[in-house]
Every structure is written in structure tokens, then in C-alpha cells.
């Protein structure tokens, strides 16, 4: 199961922001409140995830990390008809296959706590610990034992800044939850729980969060609902676009360019508008696209969520004095 298991890890691990994304993506899932990150060395020595959520089972801890193991409902040829985010079951024991792994939990009604190691896919015997409530998940030594992946890790900065990046996009899109990010004993994040403008401007100050223009629409069954900023906000790239399709983050090229239409004459040449738009719709108006880290997706009638993008927009711009 190892050599399988590394294989699927290449999939699904391609650096510690990787790892990161999946292990807030399974505290959210567990209906964390809180979710505490702690990093060394851009994540190549540890990431430590503590959340508050409902924790495992000490009878369930072996099942969790194994391989397509997942408690949660596998019904998904569609990527987006799951509520979780997680449903394949792969993702801890594909980190578990290429690190030293250490996922200690206790479920709200358990006196204790149980821990289960894994050093590169061989996992220790079960041990009772203390601890509080929820899990705790330690990654270190991430692909110690595929030196050919190791090789592709870049400077602790470029990992720090993708990795910062994986926790932004969960944030954004759970701003009630509250997120801390530790690197190195730095504090780099503090986000108290709040509301979606208030998460905003903690993560990229009030200055932009007081200039964002709201937006909301629905048409039939697709719903879009977020903020625009100001045209003085934008950017020379496209980084500050995000866009969540049903609480996911997503990259796509045609509604990149409804915005750029919706802003033309309003931006100069090369410049991007800032946004934060949540698209809501059936799982069925969405094409399959199973790949495990794919951002990008297909709309069964892309056009008309182009249309009903650019039309929101532009009905707002002209009521809004810019
Ligand atoms: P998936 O998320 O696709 O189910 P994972 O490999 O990410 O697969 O996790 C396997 C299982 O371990 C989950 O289905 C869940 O039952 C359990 N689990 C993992 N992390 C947590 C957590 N932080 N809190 C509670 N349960 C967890
Ligand atoms: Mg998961």
C-alpha cells in the first residue's frame, strides 16, 4: 500500500501548502470553530493544525489515515455535489505516506485523547494522551522519503507565501471561523471570527475592505453574492481575484474576463479589479472534474454565468457613484 500510496501522495501532495489545504480543509469539515497553523521552515520541517471540531473516535483513528478511508458521503461523481469538503479519503494517507505524521484526537465525549504515528505510511501502536477537545494533526520531515520530490521545494519564502496563500482562500471563504498562522513563532495571521468584509480587512486591510462595493444576485438557480473593490484597488495581476464556486475557490479565465468587461473604461490598460465573488448553484450545472487539486471547472451553461456576472456588475456600476 505504501508505493500506492506515494503515488497518489504526488497527486495530492505537491508541497506543504498542499498539505495545509487539506488539513484545514478536514478541521472545517469537523466543524472546527477555531483553527490554529503552525509552521517551521515554510512547512518542510512541521505543520501543526489544531482545531476544536468533533475529533475522531479512537476506534475509528486506524480507518481515518488509511488509505480511501473517508467518513464522509461518497456519492460524488460530481466534485460539487458533496456538502464537505473532503470526500475521497485519500488525504491523509497520502501525507501520512511521505512524512512523519502524528494525528492526536478527542472526541467532545471522550476523557482522553488518542494518538496515532505514522512515519513515512507505517503507523506506531495506538496511545492514550491528554489533550483538549478536537485534533490535533503534526506533519513533519515532509517527503523525507522521496528525495526526488524534496528536490522540487522551493526557498522557505516562495513555500511560506504559497502556503499563505492555501490558508487565505480557506479564510475568505469561512470567515465566522477563526484562523491563526504561526511561522517560525511569528505570528503572521490573527483572524478572529467575523463577517466576510471584516475577514477582508483582516487579511488585507480596512483601507480595500472600506472601498469594496457589494454585489448580490439571483437568477433561477444560480446565486452570486460577494464584493467588488473600487477601481483604484486594482491590480497589476489577477491575484487578488477571488472567486469560490459552492464554498470552493476556483480559477476561471471567462469570468475573469466578465469582470474585466464589466470594469472597462473604469480601469486603465493592464490593471485588474480586486473581487470576492461567491457563486452558488446546483451541483449539476457544474461539469465532472474529479481531478484532486483542479481549481479550474466547466459550467454546463457557462454563458449564462457569464451573462449574469456582467450584468450584475455593470447594474451596479451604473447605480454607484465611482
Ligand atoms: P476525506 O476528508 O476525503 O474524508 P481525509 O484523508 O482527508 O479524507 O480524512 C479521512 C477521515 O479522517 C475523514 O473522513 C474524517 O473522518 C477523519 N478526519 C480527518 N481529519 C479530521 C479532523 N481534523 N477532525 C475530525 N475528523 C477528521
Ligand atoms: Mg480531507
Known amino acids: ?30 466543524g472546527s470553530r477555531r483553527v490554529d497553523v503552525t509552521v517551521e521552515q515554510g512547512g518542510t520541517e512541521l505543520i501543526r493544525v489544531v482545531d476544536d471540531g468533533c475529533g475522531v473516535a479512537p476506534e475509528q ?49 471522550a476523557p482522553l485523547a488518542t494518538e496515532l504515528e505514522v512515519v513515512g505510511g507505517a503507523a506506531e501502536p495506538l496511545r492514550p494522551t491528554g489533550g483538549p477537545c478536537g485534533t490535533t494533526v503534526e506533519v513533519r520531515n515532509l517527503f523525507f522519503n522521496t528525495p526526488v520530490r524534496q ?39 490573527d483572524l478572529p471570527p467575523g463577517d466576510a468584509r471584516q475577514r477582508i480587512a483582516a487579511l488585507l486591510g480596512q483601507d480595500l475592505a472600506d472601498s469594496l462595493i457589494s454585489i448580490e444576485s439571483a437568477e433561477d438557480d444560480i446565486s452570486l453574492q460577494g464584493f467588488v473593490a473600487n477601481p483604484t484597488h486594482s491590480r497589476p495581476n489577477n491575484r487578488l481575484q477571488y472567486l469560490f464556486l459552492n464554498g470552493r475557490f476556483i480559477r476561471d479565465r471567462s469570468l475573469q474576463h466578465a469582470l474585466g468587461e464589466a470594469y472597462r473604461g473604469l480601469l486603465l490598460t493592464g490593471r485588474f479589479p480586486v473581487c470576492f465573488l461567491h457563486l452558488q448553484m446546483p451541483a449539476a450545472a457544474v461539469d465532472v472534474n474529479v481531478h484532486p487539486t483542479k481549481l479550474e471547472v466547466r459550467f454546463q451553461d457557462g454563458g449564462r454565468v457569464y451573462s449574469q456576472l456582467l450584468g450584475t456588475l455593470r447594474t451596479k456600476f451604473l447605480s454607484t457613484d465611482l
Open 1 to 30: 500500500p505504501s508505493v500506492v500510496n506515494k503515488i497518489a501522495a504526488g497527486e495530492v501532495i505537491e508541497r506543504p501548502a498542499s498539505v495545509v489545504k487539506e488539513l484545514v480543509e478536514n478541521s472545517l469539515d469537523a
Open 61 to 109: 483513528l486506524e480507518l481515518a489515515l488509511a488509505s480511501h478511508a473517508t467518513s464522509k458521503i461518497i456519492d460524488a461523481d460530481d466534485l460539487f455535489r458533496v456538502a464537505t469538503l473532503g470526500f475521497r479519503g485519500e488525504a491523509l494517507a497520502s501525507i501520512a505516506a511521505v512524512s512523519r505524521l502524528t494525528f492526536r484526537s478527542r472526541p467532545v465525549d
Open 151 to 189: 528536490k522540487f521545494l522551493r526557498t522557505t519564502q516562495t513555500e511560506m507565501g504559497h502556503l499563505t496563500e492555501a490558508l487565505t482562500r480557506l479564510a475568505l471563504a469561512h470567515p465566522h471561523v477563526h484562523f491563526t498562522l504561526n511561522h517560525g513563532g511569528r505570528l503572521i495571521h
